[in-house]
């Protein structure tokens, strides 16, 4: 077994959870599902970011103790998990305990090792980012590129953590590792910052309390950063009681993250990697921006923010996992919003997938008594089905989910054109027919359970309703092959998997 471990952004804990925290875990989900799928040994961690200023300053304006506001929130992070059906095997608060342990013992260790010193920081500083900007970076007006706010300058004695001589070691890893961020744009554009030349970066804040005490200077804290990226490792040391996970997991098989936070992903966090002598992870996927349906940022001003909650209630997780993954190419930006769940629910999960569900069992039942044929399946349709599953696998390695639910969907789709061609129904009048109708209606079954195989990773609830209704309920990927001969047996009454709303 090839062990696995996947791990998504830790959101920060200053609000409730918006539509990119759902996206993020959705496609991470899929990845997640379809390796376990695959027979690997999968670990999926998600979690929160609690330290740092932006939760100290949004608790300030609340006038709450940043513990409460942070413990308030992570539960509204943490509920929104199970209504996405995400499967992740943890879930991190950097305000573990464990957690914050693991932290200075790693830290200390880059302090030991001599890549840490104290120095002036002087800089244009982003409250809302957490970050200081460098010039090239910083908008007309000295304005975040990020949040378009104004900056403030900041000066103050902190702890500075060596980025700079990791400068070599940095852009050999690009060198020798052509996909350890992806996909290529993203890689190119870390690539271009680290060639850029490296600045060190402030490890600790010395004005703020709210964060992880630096250990050999008690009067620190970290910088919430060096802290939050770290939960990709602390994680693995207490997410199992009794066990350590580390050995089996670390390092990390993917990072999975937005395009935002690429410069911490593949820059400091390999280095502060390095400056402790751990292994670097293998590869860091940058997904893109959800935008809202008119194409800008979605924000309340705008009026054009799509609520995760409101179409989980109208019209269940796996509609919304399934028009994420569908309607925005992982890895690009894409616009969303009601109109388009709506018609992908209507058009695709209902009158495709879903009618494709019903027609198929109603049949059964209809001509067979809800008892599937044992026959051989029609080998015209079976070769439509050839090699799917493994170009499932290749493009899901490439983390490529548009893809490959494409790909699935193409099938869906010639199923249905099958239906139309055989016409079950007219072969139910022939009494020649008998023999043929029996092959239809086994190769539909068999199709519709291939792609049922296929869509668990996607459309978890929908997908395993309908293999169980078949009494077929192996999801492994070895069992998403379209077999020449079935062996029948009955099939359950299918209630619509995607009703009319
Ligand atoms: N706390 C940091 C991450 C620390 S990881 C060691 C953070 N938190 S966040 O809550 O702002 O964002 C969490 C994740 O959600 C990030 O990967 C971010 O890119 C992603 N998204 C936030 N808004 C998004 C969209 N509108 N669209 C897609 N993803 C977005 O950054």
Known sequence: MVSFYITT???????????????EAITTDVIARHMRQRGEDVFFLTGTDEHGEPIADAARALGVDPQRLADENAERFKALLPQLQISNDFFI??????????????????????????????????????DFKVENEILDGNRCPIHETELVREQEENWFFRLSAFQERLQRLFEERPRFVMPAARFNEARAFVASG?????????????????????????????????????????????EDLTDRYWPATYHVIGKDILKFHTVFWPAVL?????????????????????????????GNVLDPYEVLERFGSDALRFYLVRDVALGADGAVGMDGVTSRYENELANEYGNLASRTIAMVHRYREGKVPACRTDAEL?????????????????????????????????????????????????????????????????????????????????????????????????????????????????EPLFPRR
């Open 9 to 23: 952004a830790i959101s920060y804990v200053n609000g409730a959870p918006h539509l990119g925290h759902a996206y």
């Open 93 to 130: 608060r950097t305000t573990d305990e464990q957690h914050k342990l693991r932290v200075q013992q790693v830290l200390q260790r880059v302090h030991d090792n001599g890549h840490t010193y104290k120095g002036l920081y002087e800089g244009w500083y982003c409250p809302r980012c957490a």
């Open 198 to 242: 490296l600045q060190d970066v402030s490890l600790s804040r010395a004005r703020l309390r709210w964060g992880v005490t630096v250990p050999w200077d008690p009067q620190h804290v970290f910088y919430v950063w060096f802290d939050a990226l770290l939960n990709y490792y602390t994680a693995l040391g207490y997410a199992r009681d009794g």
């Open 274 to 302: 390095m400056a402790a002598d751990l292994p670097v992870p293998e590869h860091v996927f940058v997904h893109g921006f959800l935008l809202g349906a008119d194409g800008r940022k979605m924000s309340k001003s705008l």
């Open 382 to 494: 079976a070769r439509e089905f050839e090699g799917l599953a493994q170009r499932v696998c290749e493009l899901i390695d490439r983390i490529d989910a548009t893809a490959a639910l494409e790909e699935i969907w193409q099938r869906v789709r010639r199923c249905n054109r099958y239906v139309e061609e055989r016409a079950p129904w007219r072969l139910a009048r022939d009494p020649a027919a008998g023999d043929q109708l029996d092959v239809v209606l086994a190769s539909l079954v068999e199709g519709v359970r291939v792609l049922s195989v296929l869509l668990c990773a996607f459309i978890p609830q929908a997908s395993g309703r309908l293999l169980d209704a078949l009494g077929q309920p192996d999801s492994s990927l070895a069992s998403a092959r379209f077999a020449p001969a079935v062996a029948g047996g009955p099939v359950a009454a299918l």
